[in-house]
């Protein structure tokens, strides 16, 4: 490994995590999963003796339009440097996408979730065999060599 790969690939793992942040800041816009999330604090919180009532993470369906909206930006920028560098993984963007298309917050469009559910679901699925294939193909690669 040369100097000069080194900072390249921090810069590749920095802005994947970027990507990996749109994608999960997308899908707190999905209500039914910000409840599931919090639920999970209410459980967690229980386990150390810590009783909730209630929702902790309320206050994100307030502002689930506004981050849905970050994360769609921060994918388009990904999305950018991804056909401008070709630094970024594209699979990891087509995980992303899914999860933003699953994560669909706006209200009048409540009664078509399970669509978006589900196509989302199936574009971050795509997304994930992809990303697993390719990482199964370059250790078959690296144990050959």
């Known amino acids: 490994m040369t100097m000069d790969s ?20 997308s899908i707190l816009g999905s209500w039914q999963v910000c ?4 639920l999970g604090m209410i459980f ?12 902790p993470l309320l206050f994100l369906t307030k502002i689930a339009v506004p981050l849905w909206a970050v994360a769609v930006l921060i994918l388009l920028a990904t999305i950018v440097l991804y ?3 070709k630094c970024i993984s594209k699979n ?3 995980l992303n996408s899914g999860l933003i298309i699953a994560g669909t917050p706006f209200q009048n469009l409540q009664r078509f979730n399970v669509f978006f559910w589900a196509i989302g679901g199936f574009v971050a699925l795509v ?13 078959r690669c690296h144990i050959e060599k």
Not at 128 to 135: A, E, K, N, Q
């Open 44 to 55: 967690l919180l229980s386990l150390v003796g810590i009783t909730i009532t209630g929702m």
């Open 92 to 94: 990891l963007i087509i």
């Open 127 to 139: 997304g994930i065999v992809l990303f697993i294939r390719d990482r199964i193909s370059n250790r």
């Open 6 to 25: 080194k900072p390249k690939n921090v810069k590749e793992k920095l802005i994947g995590a970027t990507g990996s942040i749109s994608g999960g800041a």
């Open 35 to 38: 409840h599931n999330v919090c």
């Open 83 to 85: 056909q401008t560098r």
